[in-house]
């Protein structure tokens, strides 16, 4: 698998990968969560391309000054436990240690809980901590929640 930055063609098929994944949530719009995150120094996304130029993985990592955080990593479902998801994981970490980020953190949905055999299988420890969280630009849907 070849690892390089997301370019502009791809955000379609990495959308499609995302939802493949089931990591689409109807208050997260992708388009814009793809933009933000390429207008930003200390962000990137990643895609591993496999033959006949398919993009089979990509992952959104990024440090705020502090920590580094890895969010969207997606393997395409048919090519699941083939490496593909550690080597992506590893590539983001290189970035985020190249520019000195010291340790990375990772948040899981409660639906999700499984993939935590995952990253234990690649070296991420569960954490005490409780996650909150407060919109600064609520999505019209969710005004009156
Ligand atoms: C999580 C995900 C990226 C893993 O990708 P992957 O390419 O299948 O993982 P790898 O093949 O690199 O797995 C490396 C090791 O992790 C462990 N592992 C991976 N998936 C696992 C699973 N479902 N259950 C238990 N252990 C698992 C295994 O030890 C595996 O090594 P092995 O296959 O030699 O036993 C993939 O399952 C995925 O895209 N899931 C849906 C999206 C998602 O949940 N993303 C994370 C959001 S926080």
């Known amino acids: ?9 791809d955000t379609n098929a990495v959308i499609e990968l995302w939802r493949q994944c089931e990591l ?3 208050w997260n719009d992708p388009v814009a969560d793809i933009r ?5 120094q200390s962000a990137e996304i990643f895609v591993g391309i ?3 130029d398919i993009i089979a993985a990509a992952i959104m990592c990024g440090h705020d000054g502090h920590r ?22 590893a590539h983001a970490e290189q970035w985020l240690r190249a520019q000195d980020v010291p340790k990375l953190e990772l948040m899981i949905r409660s639906t999700n809980t499984g993939v935590a055999k995952f990253y234990e ?14 919109w600064l630009h609520q999505p019209a849907d969710l005004q009156n929640d």
């Open 1 to 9: 698998m070849l690892i390089r930055p997301i370019r502009d063609g």
């Open 24 to 26: 689409l949530r109807p």
């Open 36 to 40: 933000l995150a390429r207008n930003t």
């Open 50 to 52: 496999c033959e006949n």
């Open 68 to 89: 580094g955080w890895l969010y969207y990593l997606a393997v395409s479902p048919e090519r699941h436990r083939q490496g593909l998801g550690k080597m992506i994981v």
């Open 121 to 134: 299988s690649i070296g991420y420890k569960t954490e005490p901590v409780i996650t909150m969280s407060r």
